[in-house]
């Protein structure tokens, strides 16, 4: 007990050294207010205030994951997010959801896709979800899961597609992400996988051609919200 308070404290010294050296460099005048902020919660015991519930996505449905199958993070701040990786359930929706929620199951991704269109959140995209096998890209991916099995083609509907390109879509241009295949994947894409998903069965050029219309939408709407109204 006294060897891992030592340890704590030692952290805790290292930590405050660090952050008092970062201020004393560039003056407390010129230190930004925004770069405190991110410093505070970085404080061993202190956590960067969160939302219950709160989605990343308007209108998805929040269920949690078990936290054993994601890492608590602050992405961007700590990792940028600059992959989106594709994957498919092998099973339906709710069988998803019940594994992404057992704690022995030490997988689950950000999203689920049904084929009706739903879309259902299990992990916030600030986390670090273990979805892709790969922890670098783990670090720096959003994971989307779609509901079927990668060898039954009718199980990927349109209003699946929709729905994913849409959340694609939101996510690239939320964290500034290339609309392109070097930066949206297959899971069979991550390096070191063993998986197969999406499969053959998965329509990229169809998926891509979606996700790119829905990326120039958002875009668009978003500099016209910017924007004066002409009206006088």
């Known amino acids: 007990m006294g060897d891992a308070k030592s340890e704590a404290d030692r ?4 930590r405050a050294l660090l952050i008092g050296g970062a201020a004393a460099a560039v003056g407390t005048a010129v230190l930004a207010r925004d770069e405190l902020a991110h410093l505070w919660w970085r404080m061993p015991g202190v956590e960067k205030p969160r939302v219950a519930g709160a989605v990343d996505f308007a209108g998805a449905r929040w269920v949690e994951a078990s936290p054993a199958n994601y890492r608590r993070a602050d992405r961007p701040d700590d ?11 092998q099973g339906s929706r709710a069988s998803a959801v019940k594994a992404f ?10 999203y689920i896709v049904g084929q009706d269109g739903r879309i259902t ?3 916030r995209e600030l ?7 790969n922890r670098e890209v783990n670090e720096h991916s959003v994971g989307i899961e779609h509901e079927g099995f990668v060898d039954r083609p009718q199980d990927f ?4 597609y929709a729905a994913s390109a849409r959340l694609a879509a939101g996510i690239c241009l939320r964290y500034g992400i290339p609309v392109d295949r070097e930066h949206i994947l297959g899971h069979v894409e991550v390096p070191g996988t063993d998986h197969t998903d999406p499969g ?3 329509d990229w050029d169809r998926y891509m051609g979606l996700v790119r219309r829905e990326y120039t939408a958002a ?3 978003g500099k016209n919200q910017e924007s004066p109204s002409s009206a006088q």
């Open 121 to 123: 959140q299990m992990i």
């Open 101 to 110: 929620q057992d704690p022995g199951h030490k997988a689950a991704a950000h």
């Open 219 to 221: 875009e668009n709407a």
């Open 127 to 133: 986390d670090v979800a273990f979805h892709a096998g």
């Open 79 to 89: 990792y940028d997010i600059d992959r989106v990786v594709v994957h498919v359930t």
């Open 200 to 202: 053959p069965h998965w």
């Open 11 to 14: 952290r805790i010294g290292r």
């Open 157 to 160: 509907t349109a209003a699946m």
